[in-house]
């Protein structure tokens, strides 16, 4: 079983509409969960970082996170054409030296 | 956040020669890290570099195809020795930020092995 584990997609939405992003971990006890957008032929860039459950807002984006279900997600609302990229979802195990676990990412397209 | 610069930021090389990569962050950090993201793929960690000791790997990867140096808190290289097609990819610099919490990234190096 991956560790971290998200739909690769591709993910198509109208832009205006919400783009929702899923990934699922298994480690029960990460506490540190982090969305990159990487576009193509770049380096990944942060986000959206979250640490508790819940929803955290950040303009457009809102990341969610359920420890219980160990289901973290990524909502951008109001899809702009610039979104289309791929998110990277990344999560710090217990017991590691403090580097990320990746997904495989998901391919969003926003159509305009 | 920190300022990561990393060099070359694409190479094409010949197959059975080696490349260094090297990875300058602006500040001084405990530990580095070096990711291969190869085509259509995600991130793979291939290991972690510690100033003053030696690289820790992980598995898959072994130091005699990856030589790492941590000469001192804020520069590290990563060689990819005796290079085959199958080692194109992207090769990622990567730091923890304040706090050790979220990664920043370096723009990477784009490497075509023919």
């Known amino acids: 079983q991956k560790e971290v584990e998200q739909n690769s997609g591709p993910l198509s939405v109208p832009e205006g509409a919400i783009a929702s992003l899923n990934c699922t971990y298994s480690d029960r006890v990460s506490q540190s969960f982090f969305w990159y957008r990487q576009y193509s032929g770049k380096s990944p860039e942060l986000i959206m970082s979250i640490y508790s459950n819940g929803d955290k807002e950040d303009g457009r984006f809102t990341a969610q996170l359920n420890k219980a279900s160990q289901y973290v997600s990524l909502l951008i609302r109001d899809s702009q054409p610039s979104d289309s990229a791929t998110y990277l979802c990344?999560?710090?195990?217990?017991?590691?030296?403090?580097?990320?676990?990746f997904g495989s990412g998901t391919q969003l397209t926003v159509l305009p | 956040s920190a300022v990561i610069s990393q060099k070359p930021s694409r190479d094409i090389c010949q197959r059975g020669t080696s490349l260094t990569i090297q990875c300058q962050v602006d500040?001084?950090?405990?530990?580095m890290f070096w990711y291969r993201q190869q085509p259509g793929q995600s991130l793979t960690l291939i290991a972690t570099?510690?100033?003053?000791?030696?690289?820790?790997?992980e598995s898959g990867f072994v130091i005699d195809k990856f030589p790492i140096s941590r000469p001192n808190l804020t520069f590290s290289t990563l060689t990819v020795s005796n290079m085959s097609p199958e080692d194109s990819s992207i090769y990622l610099c990567?730091?923890?930020?304040?706090?050790?919490?979220?990664?920043?990234f370096g723009q990477g190096t784009r490497l075509t092995v023919v």
């Open positions: 990567s730091v923890n930020g304040v706090g050790n919490t979220e990664a920043f």
């Open positions: 500040s001084q950090v405990t530990m």
């Open positions: 570099a510690n100033q003053g000791s030696e690289a820790t790997y």
């Open positions: 990344a999560v710090i195990s217990s017991g590691s030296a403090r580097q990320l676990t």
